[in-house]
């Protein structure tokens, strides 16, 4: 189930985590942000909200991707 704030419990202690494993920049797309009616400030964890688009051309300068 959800909280008020649009989270899911259980994830948070694995996105806390993830500084652990050197991962130090999350991002957010603008858009599933604004369909679920959630903002920046609704996130567990720092995240970098950008365009669709703007993931897009991001994903494909990765080496690697994690999709959660």
């Given at each position: 189930s959800f909280h008020a704030n649009g989270q899911i419990?259980?994830?948070?202690p694995t996105y806390r985590a993830l500084d652990d494993y050197d991962i130090n920049k999350l991002y957010v797309e603008k858009e599933a942000l604004?369909?679920?009616g959630l903002t920046e400030e609704d996130m567990c964890v720092p995240v970098e909200v950008r365009s669709r688009a703007e993931i897009g051309k991001l994903m494909e300068?990765?080496?690697?991707?994690?999709s959660f």
């Open positions: 419990p259980a994830l948070q604004e369909a679920r300068t990765q080496d690697i991707v994690l």
